[in-house]
């Protein structure tokens, strides 16, 4: 299976602030990544497919890039909205791997 | 906009079989463009990639389930299944059904779509 590593496991932040975080693979997966975010008690939602393609409705303050082994996502500019917990997940190969996640928390 | 909703017995006992239906609506599950999975999440960590099915047939699941699970689909009633064989308390999650898209040009797409979940318990 391809392992994916994700930090931090835990990130505190202010509105308004710049957020990257990053995203290992345990091998190449090339650009086959995709950034998901999770609230409480809801189901994920896709944010960027293919490392860095933005999903419909997503807002453009979210950005993907990297490829092989090394990716990160991107908040230009942190939103209430956005206080979230985010995975990673590779779809280069079977099994579909996720990453742990990222809580992105209010400072 | 397609929708997806899980449906099936919230509770379970060790050793039995868990048994859910993601019912598609809003679209066709037999379209050629999407792969249908279940993911699962046990409360407070992370999301697992159980299997997904396509519905030309071709089925892949995780190796760490393979045993256990079977995938399947209804075309006619446009849902797909998950049968879980010989829960434990380790199976205790959220149960996610999920389509995977996929462009002839971009490739796969991610999981574009989620049903809300539902939450399944192993206890005696």
């Known amino acids: 299976d391809i392992q994916m590593t994700q930090s931090p496991s835990t990130l505190s932040a202010s509105v308004g602030d710049r957020v990257t975080i990053t995203c290992r693979a345990s091998?190449?997966?090339?650009?086959?990544l995709a950034w998901y975010q999770q609230k409480p008690g809801k189901a994920p939602k896709l944010l960027i497919y293919k490392a860095s393609s933005l999903e419909s409705g997503v807002p453009s303050r979210f950005s993907g890039s990297g490829s092989g082994t090394e990716f990160t996502l991107t908040i230009s500019s942190l939103q209430p909205d956005d206080y979230a917990t985010y995975y990673c997940?590779?779809?280069?190969?079977?099994?579909?791997?996720f990453g742990q996640g990222t809580k992105l928390e209010i400072k | 906009q397609v929708q997806l909703e899980e449906s099936g017995p919230g509770l379970l006992k060790p050793s039995q079989t868990l048994s859910l239906t993601c019912t598609v609506s809003?679209?066709?599950?037999?379209?050629?463009?999407?792969?249908w999975s279940w993911i699962r999440q046990p409360a407070g960590k992370g999301l697992e990639w159980i299997g997904r099915i396509y519905t030309s047939g071709s089925i892949s699941y995780n190796p760490s389930l393979k045993s256990r699970v079977t995938i399947s689909a209804d075309t006619s009633k446009n849902q797909f299944s998950l049968k879980l064989s010989s829960v434990t308390a380790a199976d205790t999650a959220v149960y996610y059904c999920?389509?995977?898209?996929?462009?002839?040009?971009?490739?796969?797409?991610?999981?574009?779509?989620w049903g809300q979940g539902t939450l399944v318990t192993v206890s005696s």
């Open positions: 091998q190449s997966i090339s650009s086959w």
């Open positions: 999920a389509r995977e898209g996929y462009d002839i040009l971009t490739g796969y797409l991610g999981f574009q779509q």
């Open positions: 997940q590779q779809y280069n190969d079977y099994p579909r791997t």
């Open positions: 809003g679209g066709s599950i037999s379209s050629g463009s999407h792969y």
